[in-house]
């Protein structure tokens, strides 16, 4: 809880019309006029201010942060990402863990997931943009398809082996069939090192959660159709995005 408080002053410091207001949840409750000035590639910088919930979770950054806006400005349909209760949905926790993975901070979430999520939103309603980032299908398939993109895979059966690599000891995992399909073991193929790194960048203990939600979805990535991609919940950030 205490770090959580840190977080959070440090957060209200740089957004400063934000505030903290009582909350009889499990967690703090910060609401107000969440203000950025951001702009992506040839698209046009955008200034602007929304009226948004945050709800820490008193375990933050073990769960993850529930963004809510409230002035009413964003459509609540799939087409803007939006949860069936009103959250944002800004991707998968996967890709939110790697794009955390540098720093664990309210303001890092804010800069590198709320603000482009945001930025894209804003850019959608003013000019009429799709989503600038990318877009992935709605719920499940949605997962799917990030996940298959982070690991490099084409198929869940690869899917599988990559996610029982890369929650098994580093020598464990070494003895296993490459996820890659080359027959091999892991070991003996260049893949490791796509394992390796992915193992660089987050904690055993953060794999084994990604791991268990994964497993928990299983059932629905059967039959899915691999060719689709529209629609979607997780975005594709370009170091040509500028917070500013």
């Known amino acids: 809880?205490?770090?959580?408080?840190?977080?959070?002053?440090?957060?209200?410091?740089?957004?400063?019309?934000?505030?903290?207001?009582?909350?009889?949840?499990?967690?703090?409750?910060?609401?107000?006029?969440f203000s950025f000035?951001?702009?992506?590639?040839?698209?046009?910088?955008?200034?602007?201010?929304?009226?948004?919930?945050?709800?820490?979770?008193?375990?933050?950054?073990?769960?993850?942060?529930?963004i809510t806006e409230i002035g009413g400005r964003i459509p609540?349909?799939?087409?803007?990402?939006?949860?069936?209760?009103?959250?944002?949905?800004?991707?998968?926790?996967?890709?939110?863990?790697?794009?955390?993975?540098?720093?664990?901070?309210?303001?890092?979430?804010?800069?590198?997931?709320?603000?482009p999520y945001l930025y894209a939103v804003s850019l959608k309603l003013k000019y009429g943009y799709n989503f600038v980032f990318g877009e992935l299908a709605h719920g499940v398939k949605g997962l799917y398809q990030d996940y298959?993109?982070?690991f490099d895979l084409k198929d869940?059966?690869?899917?599988?082996?990559?996610?029982?690599?890369i929650t098994a000891k580093k020598r464990v995992a070494n003895k296993k069939i490459c996820p890659c399909g080359c027959g091999r073991r892991l070991s003996k193929c260049t893949y490791r090192c796509k394992i390796n790194e992915l193992r660089g960048l987050l904690s055993a203990k953060k794999l084994k959660e990604i791991y268990l939600d994964y497993k928990i979805n299983h059932l629905g990535f059967r039959n899915i159709d691999r060719n689709e991609n529209r629609g979607g919940h997780?975005?594709?950030?370009?170091?040509?995005?500028?917070?500013?």
Request: aromatic share 12%.
């Open 234 to 244: 997780a975005f594709n950030r370009s170091h040509r995005f500028r917070c500013i």
């Open 156 to 165: 869940q059966g690869q899917l599988d082996q990559a996610f029982k690599c």
């Open 76 to 115: 609540r349909s799939e087409d803007f990402h939006i949860n069936g209760d009103n959250t944002l949905c800004l991707g998968s926790n996967f890709r939110m863990a790697l794009i955390l993975s540098d720093q664990i901070s309210i303001v890092n979430f804010a800069e590198k997931l709320i603000v």
């Open 37 to 66: 000035t951001a702009q992506y590639a040839r698209y046009p910088c955008i200034d602007e201010s929304y009226e948004l919930q945050i709800i820490v979770p008193y375990d933050f950054p073990k769960k993850n942060l529930l």
């Open 148 to 150: 298959l993109s982070i």
């Open 1 to 33: 809880m205490k770090e959580s408080m840190h977080f959070i002053d440090e957060f209200l410091n740089i957004f400063q019309g934000m505030s903290t207001v009582p909350y009889n949840g499990n967690g703090y409750c910060l609401k107000g006029k």
